[in-house]
């Protein structure tokens, strides 16, 4: 792995940032993730490496990929494209936050990082030039839907960085589209910041191309009365992980995920997800969906702590599983580590097959076995797909699930 | 009194049916001849098998016919699909119908309706079309509106869900329906509304198999034959008296039969 030797002889990018250099000096003395650590240890190694085979790309190539039209009442960003933008309206604003505000930021960020636990935003950033990194700051109410984008060339690896800060009270949506292309890596590393009352109704969906692999890391941290949705999407990679890390910073917070992903042929796709409760009077309510066709393979590992400050946290977290073939392959691994005593949790994983009553229920009703199996994929989808915000209609996201290989 | 000569051929006609699923058998030589315009219940104890005859009918996968043959129309129907028995004019009404969460009743009906006019040659429906036809069936089983826009059977009683069922096959219009325990769970009134529906759906060119352990069913719809099972064979045909007189004597009697054999 060549990225890897770069590292290792800090040759990785040239003209170095004060962030970047923070990030390579952390990664050099190890340049890998632990293959033993339980936030590695079911990451296939060549797929793995395969992500790390393209070189780094810091200019991107014109992307062909049409996007969806844009609607008049969305906010359309693409990372590493158009990101000048400063809305100033009477009842919000979107700013970029100024090059201090952001370094700061991120260093904030680094410093409280684990090698383990946060390699791929370690990655993120030392890759990361200043034209791929979109830092916002966001306050007010009744802001026009946000979509951003993050996409990766051909033959190339990319990142990405997206960095939000939300005021107090201030409520928006936001989709972020990740796009793979034909073999190509996509690094995407975001950080959220929700200020008190603020709400963030956020929608992330990845699908990638032949042979695209993808990090994608995001970090929240809410102040207490805040309030985040996550509806989550990743298919058609041939390697993804979606690492999630949410920290309740003083508790009183709500939290809530609705996550899938859908593995085909060989494909390996993983959700790790880390909720820490770090104050009493949290709520979380989260489901993963994982579905496996074909020789893939789908990891959901989640886990929740709650401390001995996080008392009354209100958590539950529940992993359901299709598996569409005997060669598929599902790990799932829901967990809880829990110290405070008054805290009502629970976590629960189950695996399933298409259910054949049902199926046969609507073959006596003239439906082909096909349409069946189409029909109740699609009610195994909707619970999620209903909970990504913006433009969801537009993305036709369940057509492009259930119509593509 | 099934040799007793008919005018025309049947629609249904099971002859010597064996079946087993799991390699346990469970059809032990079922026959069986429906012919246009005939009603037919099938009784006998739980477990007897009148149910997985239903199911075998119906083209159900997990059961293997091991000898002999289900023609439809005069055409042997062993190897179909279920949804092609479905599509050609076979209905099966569920004892437990299935719930289907997230896909739209509304939506389920006019596919499947579709799918039956399909073969029929008749023109498929659009949403506007299929919701003036649907309204016109939810009279049959006296349903609201309102449960077109609920997911199939979920959340819906019992009775609800027999309603469902007869409004499926109101909308379907098959050659034959067979109606697999559609009484149970019914409160009084919830049986007359569906057995009327039934009623009014069957007419002189259609068939009706009803499965059941009561005469209340048979109350409201008159069978012409009634045929006991027992260990997975018919042991005994009659007219609408048989079922008067096994309400009397009970099933005890058909132990002995199978003992016997």
Not at chain 2, 52 to 72: E, Q
Not at chain 2, 96 to 110: A, C, D, K, Q, T
Not at chain 2, 151 to 161: P, T
Not at chain 2, 162 to 183: G, Y
């Given at each position: ?116 636990e ?74 959220f910041?929700l ?23 995001l970090n929240v941290i809410q102040?207490?009365?805040s309030k985040y949705n996550l509806?989550s ?9 979606f690492e999630i890390n949410i920290k309740q910073s003083e508790g009183n917070a709500k939290t809530n995920i609705k996550g ?11 959700t790790y997800t880390k909720i820490n409760f770090n104050g009493?009077n949290g709520f979380l309510d989260q489901i993963n ?11 959901f590992e989640g886990s929740i702590i709650v401390p001995?400050?996080a008392?009354?946290t209100d958590a539950s977290q529940l992993s ?13 691994k829901p967990q809880l580590e829990i110290?405070a005593?008054?805290v009502k949790c629970k976590h ?58 | ?261």
């Amino acid at each position: 792995m060549e990225i890897i030797e770069k590292i290792k002889t800090n040759k990785l990018v040239e003209n170095q940032t004060e962030i970047q250099k923070i990030c390579l000096d952390k990664l050099q003395s190890s340049p890998l993730p632990n293959p033993k650590s339980e936030l590695w240890r079911l990451s296939d190694k060549s797929k793995f490496s395969t992500f790390l085979d393209y070189s780094v790309n810091e200019k991107d190539l014109k992307f062909d990929t049409p996007y969806p039209k844009n609607s008049q009442n969305t906010i359309r960003l693409i990372i590493g494209e158009n990101c000048q933008i400063k809305l100033i309206e009477d009842n919000y604003s979107i700013q970029q936050l100024s090059e201090h505000e952001l370094d700061k930021y991120i260093k904030d960020q680094i410093s409280c990082f684990d090698q383990n636990e946060n390699w791929s935003d370690l990655l993120n950033l030392s890759l990361s030039c200043k034209k791929n990194i979109l830092g916002l700051k966001i306050n007010g109410s009744k802001i026009p839907p946000i979509e951003i984008f993050s996409h990766a060339s051909c033959n190339s690896l990319n990142a990405k960085t997206l960095v939000i800060l939300l005021e107090k009270n201030c409520d928006i949506q936001l989709l972020q589209v990740n796009l793979g292309k034909d073999n190509s890596s996509l690094s995407q590393s975001t950080f959220f910041f929700l200020e008190e009352n603020s709400t963030l109704t956020h929608g992330v969906v990845s699908y990638g191309k032949n042979g695209s692999n993808l990090l994608n890391s995001l970090n929240v941290i809410q102040q207490k009365n805040s309030k985040y949705n996550l509806g989550s999407l990743h298919f058609k990679f041939n390697y993804a992980r979606f690492e999630i890390n949410i920290k309740q910073s003083e508790g009183n917070a709500k939290t809530n995920i609705k996550g899938m992903q859908i593995t085909k042929k060989d494909e390996q796709i993983s959700t790790y997800t880390k909720i820490n409760f770090n104050g009493p009077n949290g709520f979380l309510d989260q489901i993963n969906k994982s579905l496996a066709d074909d020789k893939s393979h789908a990891i959901f590992e989640g886990s929740i702590i709650v401390p001995k400050i996080a008392q009354k946290t209100d958590a539950s977290q529940l992993s359901r599983n299709l598996l569409l073939s005997d060669l598929a392959q599902i790990d799932t691994k829901p967990q809880l580590e829990i110290i405070a005593d008054d805290v009502k949790c629970k976590h629960g994983a189950t695996i399933s097959q298409l259910n054949e009553e049902e199926l046969f229920y609507m073959r006596t009703r003239g439906i082909t076995l096909a349409e069946a199996s189409k029909l109740q994929l699609s009610s195994y989808f909707q619970e999620i797909i209903s909970f990504i915000p913006v433009s969801k209609d537009r993305w036709d996201l369940l057509d492009k699930i259930l119509n593509e290989n | 009194m099934q040799s007793q000569m008919k005018e025309s051929d049947p629609i249904l006609e099971v002859k010597n049916l064996f079946a087993s699923t799991n390699n346990l058998p469970i059809l032990k030589g079922v026959s069986l001849a429906v012919y246009p315009g005939e009603i037919h219940a099938i009784m006998g104890r739980n477990g007897c098998g009148k149910s997985t005859l239903s199911k075998i009918i119906a083209g159900h996968p997990s059961y293997n016919i091991t000898d002999g043959d289900i023609k439809f129309s005069g055409e042997n129907i062993n190897a179909l699909e279920p949804e092609e028995r479905s599509q050609a004019g076979i209905f099966l009404g569920f004892q437990y119908p299935i719930e289907i969460p997230g896909v739209s009743n509304l939506e389920f009906l006019r596919v499947s309706t579709n799918a039956r006019r399909k073969f029929l040659n008749k023109e498929e429906l659009d949403t506007f079309d299929f919701e003036e036809l649907v309204k016109e069936k939810l009279e049959l089983v006296k349903m609201d509106q309102a449960f077109l826009s609920r997911s199939v059977n979920q959340g819906f009683s019992g009775g609800e869900k027999k309603r469902n069922e007869i409004l499926q096959m109101a909308l379907l219009e098959p050659k034959i329906a067979i109606l697999d325990e559609t009484d149970s769970g019914l409160d009084i009134d919830a049986l007359r509304i569906v057995a009327s529906g039934i009623k009014k759906i069957s007419n002189a060119q259609t068939g009706i198999i009803l499965i059941t352990h009561y005469q209340r069913l048979l109350d409201e719809i008159e069978p012409n034959y009634v045929h006991v099972m027992a260990d997975g064979q018919i042991i005994k045909t009659g007219g609408s008296d048989l079922a008067l007189e096994l309400e009397k004597k009970g099933y005890e009697w058909t132990d002995n039969f199978v003992k016997e054999t």
